[in-house]
């Protein structure tokens, strides 16, 4: 069966200080995989996706950057940490095509302080 | 982002009645649509999917979808008190776009 794991499940940062979030999946082949974030009382904002290994597509221009150096591990990262980006980061993972649910990792809550 | 529109609520309902959600959805190319469940600090998890215009049926649960108006919605029979959470409307027409959530309380 299929898992996905995201790790850490919670992160206290300065600002300024450079982030990674990590995200892997098992049991599956070429999934999409996404990166959202929830800020406190509000809905998923997406942030990132991908199709494949090295295609990213941006939704949001900010000061946050991903990768997928492997088929089914996705990486979110940041060089310089704002307050505005605390928030709940969801890891997602879908098959190909659209049809079918996408799966959530934990979550990781991220507090910059 | 393609916009998906939900009722922040919050809504109450009490113990045994139904409960009715409703999202609205602005790409006419959509082409699924999820509800999802989320309790607070968790991540969501699916409850029920939809592609065709009509009624889905899944015990307690029926989700609507009606494409012309763009319209899909959840109801959920027989509320309890562990249906309290935010449910999240989703969207795929090249990604999966979600709504802001609607939050439900069942009081007991």
């Known amino acids: 069966s299929q898992t996905i794991h995201q790790w850490p499940a919670t992160l206290v940062q300065p600002v300024g200080s450079p982030l990674s979030l990590e995200c892997t999946v098992e049991?599956?082949?070429?999934?999409?995989l996404y990166w959202y974030r929830q800020a406190a009382g509000r809905g998923l904002q997406l942030l990132f996706y991908s199709v494949g290994i090295g295609q990213i597509s941006s939704e949001v221009p900010q000061n946050l950057s991903a990768s997928r150096p492997q088929d089914r591990q996705f990486i979110l990262s940041s060089k310089k940490l704002l307050l505005s980006d605390s928030g709940f980061y969801l890891c997602?993972?879908?098959?190909?095509?659209?049809?079918?649910?996408?799966?959530f990792g934990q979550g990781t809550r991220l507090t910059v302080v | 982002q393609k916009e998906v529109e939900q009722n922040s609520g919050p809504l109450s309902v009490p113990e045994g009645a139904i409960a009715s959600l409703n999202c609205t959805y602005s790409?006419?190319?959509?082409?699924?649509f999820f509800w999802y469940r989320q309790y607070s600090g968790k991540s969501p998890e699916l409850i029920m999917f939809?592609?065709?215009?009509g009624d889905k049926e899944d015990g307690r649960f029926t989700a609507q979808l009606n494409k012309a108006s763009q319209y899909v919605s959840l109801l959920i029979r027989d509320s309890q008190p562990s249906d309290s959470a935010t449910y999240l409307c989703?969207?795929?027409?090249?990604?999966?776009?979600f709504g802001t959530g609607t939050s439900l309380t069942v009081i007991p």
């Open positions: 989703a969207v795929t027409g090249n990604q999966f776009y």
């Open positions: 997602a993972w879908s098959e190909t095509g659209l049809t079918t649910e996408a799966f």
């Open positions: 790409d006419r190319g959509s082409q699924s």
């Open positions: 049991g599956t082949s070429n999934p999409n």
């Open positions: 939809i592609y065709s215009n």
